[in-house]
């Protein structure tokens, strides 16, 4: 009798689940197949990919649009070419064995899948010891982000860029360097986006001798690029000797980018390069900053700073706000901060309803520096009051 009240429950909630999951595929397969969700910007690197699958020129503009004409419901609108380092397109390669239809729909799952699994990664470096509700509302949180709804509709990769420095960050709190060292190979997709936080990890591995992270990303780096070779021999002719993108003057959502749009200077779209010797700092002063505080800082400071970067890129930004959320519990004013927290996601979404041009994104960042420095500084006391 006991044994059957003990096990009906678990078998009820089992088939919850499994129909839960039934509704949210079907959903998704519906919205994939019904509209354009998730598909602008992965219709350009599945085209990339899908030339590199035949051998061709993945950077041949050209090229691009006669694969994306031959799909159907394509859009007549202009092509642009998928400008990332050609690590990237090893990842997208199973998706071109697919249809395309089924290949959005196959990578919107995917890219759901990889921000679940990095939120769980964040709730175990920065909420180990929090509460299972704290735990759930910043995954909760992380889904509904605004960047990450963006990023999910457009198909981006970000998500990818996300994944890779977070997986590093768990695989070296869990003292697996070696492939703490191959999941940055995921960050090259973007590298400008964690150029600060990855020139922190890289230095930290060389200062505690654990070479076996500079190993892991040099090996991710040659099987990547074998795997390239092997399929499109001529890949690397493609990349250095037909390749012209002029991306460092696009108008996006950093400092840098909202002054040169109001024609103020060109000169700030490398401010960045004023805070690289912020890593090797922080570094020593490993006291007062943790491996994972300098990570959720580092990414905090650069995604303002630098050289471009979309507002579907603020998804990184999650790392710092679990930050903050691990110091909520602790915070005297963690209402207001809450309070705050919500109102700047609310102004979030609705400036997307509005027609706002993508430099006037780069408040968010600087918006969560704010939320991120009062926090920090309101725990602060709370953490040297027990050592006086």
């Known amino acids: 009798m006991n044994t059957t009240r003990s096990t009906t429950p678990r078998w009820l909630l089992i088939g919850l689940v499994i129909l839960l999951v039934v509704l949210i595929v079907s959903t998704l397969w519906n919205l994939a197949a019904t509209t354009d969700f998730g598909e602008s910007d992965f219709m350009i690197y599945w085209s990339a990919a899908y030339l590199i699958r035949n051998g061709q020129n993945p950077y041949n503009l050209d090229l691009i649009k006669s694969v994306q004409a031959a799909q159907p419901h394509t859009k007549p609108e202009p092509t642009t070419m998928a400008w990332n380092p050609p690590f990237f397109f090893v990842l997208l390669l199973p998706f071109v064995w697919m249809p395309f239809g089924f290949a959005k729909?196959?990578?919107?799952?995917?890219?759901?899948?990889i921000v679940l699994t990095a939120g769980l990664m964040l709730v175990s470096i920065y909420m180990p010891n929090d509460s299972p509700r704290v735990k759930l509302a910043f995954i909760?949180?992380?889904?509904?982000?605004?960047?990450?709804?963006?990023?999910?509709?457009?198909?981006?990769?970000?998500?990818?860029?996300?994944?890779?420095?977070?997986?590093?960050?768990?695989?070296?709190?869990?003292?697996q360097w070696f492939w703490a060292g191959a999941a940055l190979i995921l960050t090259t997709i973007k590298p400008h986006m964690v150029v600060l936080p990855v020139l922190y990890i890289l230095i930290y591995m060389a200062s505690h001798r654990k070479y076996q992270g500079w190993v892991g990303l040099v090996v991710a780096g040659f099987v990547c690029l074998g795997i390239l070779l092997i399929i499109s021999p001529g890949l690397i002719h493609n990349l250095i000797g037909e390749t012209s993108v002029g991306a460092g003057r696009w108008a996006t959502s950093t400092i840098g980018g909202l002054l040169s749009y109001w024609g103020v200077t060109e000169a700030t779209r490398y401010l960045i390069v004023l805070f690289l010797p912020l890593p090797f700092i922080l570094l020593r002063f490993p006291e007062k900053f943790s491996l994972e505080l300098s990570v959720a800082l580092l990414t905090l400071i650069t995604v303002p700073t630098t050289i471009y970067g979309w507002s579907y890129d603020q998804t990184i930004l999650l790392i710092p706000i679990a930050q903050v959320f691990s110091w909520l519990t602790r915070s005297k004013y963690k209402w207001v901060i809450i309070a705050c927290m919500i109102a700047g996601i609310a102004l979030n979404y609705y400036q997307r309803v509005l027609p706002f041009h993508e430099v006037y994104y780069v408040w968010v960042p600087l918006f969560w520096l704010m939320i991120f420095g009062a926090t920090w500084r309101n725990v602060a006391p709370l953490k040297e009051s027990p050592a006086q």
């Open 140 to 175: 909760v949180f992380a889904v509904v982000f605004p960047a990450v709804v963006t990023g999910l509709y457009m198909g981006q990769v970000t998500f990818l860029v996300f994944w890779g420095l977070v997986a590093s960050l768990y695989l070296m709190k869990k003292e």
């Open 105 to 113: 729909f196959a990578w919107l799952v995917f890219s759901i899948i």
